[in-house]
C-alpha cells in the first residue's frame, strides 16, 4: 500500500548526489590518480572507440552572476579575458593530440560554461577552427553550445551555425519577473524568443530549453506561466531540473533565505504541474529529468537503449570517451576521470608552461565500473538487473532492506533481483540510486555534500 505523500516527502528528501558520474567527485581517490595512467587510460579508450571522441569545454566568463548557479563561473566584464583563455584552451588540445595514437573523428563538441556567448562571435569561429582543424568530424555530429539569450546576437549564431553547430540551449529557468528578479536573471519572453527564431531560420536542427522547479520565490503560479510560455516556444528538448540548493557551495545563494526557498511538497506540485503541461503539449518524458518531442532524436535514443548520460547530461551519443577542455573541465574515459583546474589563472598557467591542470581524478575499479553501468540503466532506462558478486553481503542486506521499502512505498517493482521504477518513483531515482552506491553507503553521510533529492 502506498505511503501518504507527505510521509514519503519527508522519507526520502534527503542529500543524495546527482549521479553525474560514478563514483561521485567528493569520493574520487585522487591518491591513486597520476597523469601517466590517465594518458594511458585515453590512448587505450581511443583505440577501442576507432579514433571517436566527444569534446566538452568549459567557457566560464559571465557578465552578471545568476545567484541560482553553483557552476565553475568568472564574474567579469573584461572580454580582454577571452584571448588568453582561448588560447589556453588550444594548447591544451595540442597537448592531447600529442597522446592520442592516430587522427580524432569528432563526434560530439558542446560548449558550457559560465556563458559561452560572453565570447565574441569571432573567438568562438576561431576556437572552433581550431579544434577541428582538418580531423574528421562525422555527418552526423552534434555541436551544442549554450547560451544566455540577452548576450547571444545574430552574429553568435551565424558563426556557431558556419562551423557546423546544429544544437542550442537556453537557459530560461522562469519567466516569471519575481523569480528571475532573485535570482538576477532577467530576461524577456521575446528576447528569448528572438534567440529561437534565429537559430532555426539558421538552420539549427534541435532547441532546448532549460527550466527549473523550486527555485526561491517560485510558485504554482508562476511554473503554470513558465510552461504555457515555454509551449509557445515549442522547443524540441524540455531540462526540467530540480533547484540545487547549496549555499555552502555557491555564495551567490546566499542572497535569499531558506525561507525563500519552496519546501519538498511545493516542489512535487510543481514538478507534478510542468509534467502534466508538458505531457499534454505532446512531450516525452525521458530519463530523470528531460522531455522531448516525439521526432527528437533524444526519444529515439531512450525507445532503442541508446541513450547515455555524462557530464553534459543525456546525450544520443553513447561513446566513452570524453575531453573536458578548460577550467574546472573533467574528461571521461570510461575507466577514469580527470578534473582541471577550477581557477582560471591557475588553469591558465600550467597550460601555457606545457603542464597538464589536473587537479583531481580516479581510476575506476572493476566494481566501479560495473556499478557505474548499473546505475546508467537506472538514469537512461529506469531499470536495471542486480549483479549481487558486486557487493559485500553487509551492503546487500543494507539494499535488500531499502528496495523493500520502496517497494512498499509505490516507487519500484523488485523481483528476482530485476528493479523497474514505477511512474511514482521516477522524481525519486536519486534517491533508488543511492541504495547502490558503495563509496555512500561507506560514508559518514552526516557531512554536507549533496542537495537534497526533491
Not at 505523500?5 to 569520493?27: A, C, M
Not at 591518491?31 to 569545454?57: G, M
Not at 608552461?353 to 529506469?382: E, T
Request: aromatic residues 12%; contains cysteine.
Amino acid at each position: 500500500m502506498k505511503k501518504d505523500l507527505i510521509e514519503l516527502l519527508n522519507k526520502y528528501d534527503v542529500p543524495v548526489p546527482r549521479y553525474t558520474s560514478y563514483p561521485t567527485v567528493p569520493y574520487w581517490n585522487n591518491a591513486h590518480f597520476t597523469t601517466d595512467k590517465w594518458l594511458e587510460l585515453i590512448k587505450n579508450r581511443f583505440v577501442e572507440e576507432q579514433n571517436e571522441l566527444s569534446l566538452y569545454i568549459h567557457l566560464p566568463f559571465c557578465e552578471e552572476l545568476c545567484t541560482y548557479c553553483a557552476c565553475n563561473k568568472r564574474i567579469t566584464k573584461n572580454h580582454g579575458t577571452e584571448a588568453p583563455y582561448l588560447a589556453a584552451v588550444l594548447k591544451e588540445w595540442e597537448m592531447y593530440l600529442n597522446v592520442f595514437p592516430g587522427q580524432p573523428i569528432i563526434r560530439e563538441i558542446h560548449l558550457g560554461g559560465g556563458t559561452p556567448t560572453f565570447f565574441s562571435p569571432e573567438h568562438l569561429k576561431q576556437l572552433i577552427q581550431g579544434l577541428v582543424k582538418n580531423f574528421k568530424v562525422l555527418e552526423d555530429h552534434e555541436f551544442s553550445v549554450e547560451v544566455h539569450p540577452n548576450y547571444t546576437t545574430i552574429e553568435h549564431l551565424e558563426a556557431l551555425r558556419s562551423v557546423g553547430f546544429n544544437r542550442i540551449s537556453l537557459g530560461v529557468q522562469d519567466f516569471n519577473y519575481d523569480v528571475q528578479y532573485i535570482i538576477n536573471r532577467i530576461q524577456t519572453f521575446e528576447e528569448t524568443k528572438r534567440v529561437i527564431d534565429e537559430a532555426r531560420q539558421l538552420g539549427f536542427e534541435s532547441v532546448n530549453l532549460d527550466l527549473i522547479y523550486g527555485l526561491p520565490k517560485q510558485t504554482l503560479a508562476s511554473i503554470e506561466h513558465t510552461i504555457k510560455q515555454t509551449r509557445l516556444l515549442m522547443p524540441d528538448r524540455i531540462a526540467f531540473y530540480s533547484y540545487a540548493h547549496v549555499p555552502w557551495k555557491s555564495k551567490g545563494q546566499r542572497r535569499y533565505s531558506d525561507e525563500d526557498v519552496p519546501v519538498a511538497a511545493e516542489k512535487i506540485a510543481m514538478y507534478s504541474l510542468g509534467n502534466a503541461m508538458l505531457s499534454e503539449a505532446g512531450f516525452k518524458s525521458i530519463g530523470m529529468d528531460h522531455f522531448a518531442l516525439p521526432s527528437d532524436k533524444l526519444v529515439k535514443s531512450y525507445d532503442d537503449g541508446t541513450l547515455h548520460r555524462n557530464f553534459m547530461g543525456y546525450t544520443t551519443t553513447n561513446k566513452k570517451l570524453l575531453i573536458g577542455l578548460g577550467t574546472s573541465s573533467i574528461s571521461d574515459s570510461w575507466e577514469g576521470f580527470a578534473q582541471n583546474e577550477k581557477v582560471v589563472e591557475a588553469y591558465e598557467a600550467k597550460i601555457n608552461a606545457g603542464d597538464w591542470a589536473f587537479v583531481n581524478g580516479h581510476i575506476l575499479s572493476a566494481a566501479d565500473i560495473n556499478i557505474r553501468k548499473l546505475i546508467l540503466d537506472l538514469m537512461c532506462q529506469g531499470k536495471l538487473v542486480l549483479d549481487t558478486t558486486l557487493f559485500s553481503e553487509e551492503h546487500l542486506l543494507y539494499i535488500q532492506k531499502k528496495l523493500d521499502e520502496m517497494v512498499e512505498d509505490g516507487l519500484i517493482f523488485w523481483k528476482d533481483s530485476k528493479l523497474t521504477v514505477l511512474p511514482e518513483g521516477r522524481l525519486f531515482i536519486r534517491n533508488i540510486t543511492s541504495v547502490i552506491d558503495q563509496y555512500l553507503f561507506k560514508s559518514d553521510t552526516s557531512k554536507q555534500q549533496f542537495s537534497k533529492a526533491l
